[in-house]
């Protein structure tokens, strides 16, 4: 809640064409990195009123999203997202917190890092993420 904040969950959005590269560490703290490019603009622009929501799954879990800073990067717009959930698992409810960051290049080119680290570590691989990037 509110229903146009949905862009906080998804502040990459998948179009037709585009072109990804990436890698998924799995563990203790599972780490997703991605660079997108599209063939058209890839990023939502997050609503007014959209930095704290609410997300519920009647039964199955409910929680917060919160929009972050993210690093500061020369030549790339950042953002980040907290979303903190409480999940019910049979018998017991676990919390857990995800972060995602965000550096937009260009109107067309992003690069992301998702995972459960601490946000320090996340923001760190989004800036040598955005250097290899640009490296190449």
């Known amino acids: 809640d509110p229903p146009h904040c949905d862009t906080m969950l998804k502040p990459v959005p998948a179009t037709a064409g585009a072109r990804s590269e990436g890698l998924d560490a799995q563990g203790v703290e599972p780490i997703t990195v991605i660079a997108v490019q599209s063939p ?36 790339a717009d950042t953002m980040g997202v907290r979303i903190h959930l409480n999940v019910n698992l049979k018998q017991t409810t676990r919390s857990m917190d995800r972060y995602t960051f965000v550096a937009t290049l260009s109107p067309t080119t992003a690069v992301v890092v998702q995972g459960d680290a601490n946000a320090d570590v996340l923001q760190d691989l989004l800036t040598k993420s955005v250097a290899a990037r640009r490296y190449q």
């Open 40 to 75: 058209t603009p890839a990023r939502s622009e997050v609503g007014a009123g959209c930095d704290h929501v609410s997300v519920r799954s009647p039964g199955v879990a409910e929680g917060t999203v919160e929009r972050i800073a993210g690093p500061d990067i020369s030549g």
